[in-house]
Nanobody, 116 residues
Framework: QVQLVESGGGLVQPGGSLRLSCAVS????????MGWYRQAPGKQRELVAT???????NYADSVKGRFTISRDNAKNTAYLQMNNLIPEDTAVYYC??????????WGQGTRVTVSS
């Protein structure tokens, strides 16, 4: 059974940093595109970043230059390094694992709050 477990969220001041982790159980990690999405209060879930099995990355314009997505296939874990955080980054962050032709798997989410 596939499970995605996010961790690393919390409260941080503007300008601070956090690193989110997404640990994937099961055998799909190495063949899945991994993604991070977020949902702020009252808003729709939006794409933050993705990384393919070939380590090709893609970012939302709002986080380019501040966030970095990475993956460690040996640890079945994806990461999202978030620097220079701003209040608009406040949201619940979700990890996503997607294989071609298959339904995506989602984690339960980890909350990030950027506030002074």
């Amino acid at each position: 059974q596939v499970q995605l477990v996010e961790s690393g969220g919390g409260l941080v001041q503007p300008g601070g940093s956090l690193r989110l982790s997404c640990a994937v159980s099961g055998s799909i990690f190495s063949i899945s595109t991994m993604g991070w999405y977020r949902q702020a209060p009252g808003k729709q879930r939006e794409l933050v970043a993705t990384i393919t099995v070939d380590f090709i990355t893609n970012y939302a314009d709002s986080v380019k230059g501040r966030f970095t997505i990475s993956r460690d296939n040996a640890k079945n874990t994806a990461y999202l390094q978030m620097n220079n955080l701003i209040p608009e980054d406040t949201a619940v962050y979700y990890c996503n694992a997607k294989r071609p032709l298959y339904t995506a798997y989602w984690g339960q989410g980890t909350r990030v709050t950027v506030s002074s």
